[in-house]
């Protein structure tokens, strides 16, 4: 419902693609009594204010988060026990932390040291993105209908909680609650190995001579498109995935090799049953997305679509 505020003041610690698709709907429906925007640069910090996604800005994590009643973490994950150390004094008892980041366990771990007692930790992820970055790549539909998993530690306050799963009810995303190791695998084979095998492919064939990369370019139509665009995600964001999500993606990337050196043997002995058999089974896989209607990522006003 429009104008009904469900925090005071909520403070966004970095304000790009993420931050600010979140800002914009808070803004559309009048859910926060104000917003301040914390960024790096002052190019970030005018933008932000340009386009009316925060009432104020500043480059200062205290003095962002002074009075906040909600504060979200929405910068690069690798940043976040920094800001953690530098908001800690200034976090006001009963306030609520929640972030965006694409890995959990790491997440906590670098927070929660850091948040004095009764700040309420509450770990979010929303899983919808595209491969643009900054203020201005975001839009306010861009988790509809999209999955937002929440992985608050046992003894969480519930209300907190229900807070925070209240914000993102309001984006049209549909809340999941889980743990955070479990997420962490989970994400690590459906997000994080193909992205990291898009940035194979296409560092493949970057290095490939000259002329058949000019090839490859010209002919990207076929399936090398789709990886090019993934490969195109923030190199900063991705390399923070990867530091924090080591074990679930060096598990998963086993398995995924095991596989590959399996389907390698099939081609060379000419095992056309074998092949046929996964590909098969792997356009079943495609119909249960699109009968979950997952199979449609955001789109941006006039963009590309893409998901996290
Ligand atoms: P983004 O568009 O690049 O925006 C990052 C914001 O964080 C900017 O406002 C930037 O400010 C600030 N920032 C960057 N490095 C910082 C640092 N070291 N210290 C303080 N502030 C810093 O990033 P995004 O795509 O919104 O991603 C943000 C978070 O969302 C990440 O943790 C990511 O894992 C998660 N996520 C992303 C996607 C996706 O598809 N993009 C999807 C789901 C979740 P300046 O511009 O001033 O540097």
Redesign the pocket.
Known sequence: MAGDILFNKIAF???????SSLARVIRRDGLAGSIVAC???E???QTALDLDLADSATGDVAEAVNDADLIVL??????YG??AKQMSAALKPGAIVT?????KRSVIEAVTPHLPPGVHFVPS???????N???E?GFDSLFEDRWLVLTPEPGTDEVAVEQVAELWRRTGSKIERMDPDHHDQVLAITSHVPHLIAYTIVGTATDLEDRLKSEVVKFAASGFRDFTRIAA??P??WR??FLNNKDAVLEMLGRLTEDLSGLQRAIRDGDGDGLEALFARTREIRRSVIEAGQHIPPTPPGGDA???
């Open positions: 610690i970095g304000i790009g693609l993420i931050g960024a790096r640069t190019q970030t910090r929405c910068t690069p994950i690798g940043a920094a800001i972030d965006v980041g694409s890995v992820h929303p899983i919808a993105g595209t491969e970055s900054g203020p790549a995600s923030d900063v964001m923070d995935i893409s998901d996290d």
